[in-house]
């Protein structure tokens, strides 16, 4: 069997007259990276959840995007973490949320899922559960960039409410390896100015995040509020197994529903049959998608209907 892999980088305001070259240049490197991390998995027959997990952590490393070093600031200028990983085999998922010192949250979601009972840690006992299980803890700062600092300050200027043109940074990954099994993870930062312990979608199983072998796998980025309202990971899985959807429909479906909850976003989803789709609401959406058989494609803005 064939394999794919599908990321994204988060979805938003961007578009070619103002997004500076360097910034996109960044973002498309970055990309290309976890693609180059999560193929080498795959292509000498790795697992599906190990490919994701390759791929998120080289994305959490990189400060182009809204996940690990060179996430958003909460209104009280720190940063906290979400992460959530699922393994499409057997429907086990790990998740964390409201992290601040551990370096690389998709692996701790990842623990989470392979060493505790539970499938959601979260704040302090969620880093000191990472830290036991041996993923690095670094201080808060080192996530923390000036662009952050710039955004958080406008933002807090503004009177502290969401500024909508501000791109949504999530990153994400979905895959199916050669012996047909899916799995997804997704990590952010969050949104920029979030207060009172606020958790999006992409720690949440089934709205940010699902993988069931019997569908698919899907990650979300964009207005989390909305896409947990509207269950969208679980809701483009069940449109795939009651409807008879086909996946692209489905995806735009679930899109649409989101739309008329008065939100914003995209999604990248995979099929255990290597089959992949992606499709976003915004001005664009970073992301890339590689593949036996398939040509390796990374694109940010509406570049063509491509999977």
């Excluded at 393994?87 to 010192?101: C, E, I, N, Y």
């Excluded at 899922?113 to 036991?132: I, K, R």
């Amino acid at each position: 069997m064939s394999w794919t892999l599908m990321i994204h980088g988060g979805c938003g305001a961007m578009r070619p007259d103002r997004l500076p070259p360097e910034t996109e240049a960044k973002a498309r490197e970055g990309l290309n990276a976890a693609l180059d991390a999560g193929e080498a998995i795959l292509a000498a027959g790795g697992s599906a959840l190990d490919a994701v997990e390759a791929a998120a952590r080289v994305l959490e490393e990189d400060a182009s995007f809204n996940a690990g070093r060179g996430s958003v600031l909460t209104a009280d200028g720190a940063v906290e973490l979400d992460a959530a990983i699922m393994d499409g085999r057997d429907r086990r998922a790990g998740a964390v949320a409201g992290l601040r010192t551990t370096r690389a949250p998709v692996s701790a979601a990842r623990a989470a899922m392979e060493n505790s009972p539970h499938v959601l840690l979260t704040y302090e006992q969620g880093d000191a559960f990472a830290a036991a299980h041996g993923i690095e803890q670094v201080a808060n700062d080192f996530f923390i960039t000036p662009e952050r600092k710039t955004q958080l300050d406008a933002v807090m200027a503004a009177g502290g409410q969401f500024d909508t043109d501000i791109k949504f940074g999530t990153i994400g990954a979905v895959a199916v390896d050669a012996q047909g099994h899916v799995a997804a993870a997704t990590s952010t930062g969050g949104l920029t100015a979030k207060r009172w312990g606020r958790i999006g979608d992409s720690p949440l199983i089934g709205a940010g995040t699902y993988a069931d072998d019997r569908a698919c796998a899907v990650s979300a980025t964009g207005l989390g509020e909305t896409f947990i309202r509207a269950v969208a990971g679980h809701q483009l899985a069940m449109r795939l197994l009651l409807s008879g959807e086909g996946l692209q429909d489905a995806l735009d479906h679930v899109l649409a529903d989101i739309g008329a909850l008065g939100g914003t976003g995209g999604l990248i989803a995979v099929a255990p049959t290597g089959e992949a789709a992606w499709g976003f609401t915004t001005p664009g959406m970073y992301r890339a998608v590689a593949g036996s058989g398939r040509d390796r494609l990374v694109r940010v803005y509406d570049e063509g209907s491509e999977r």
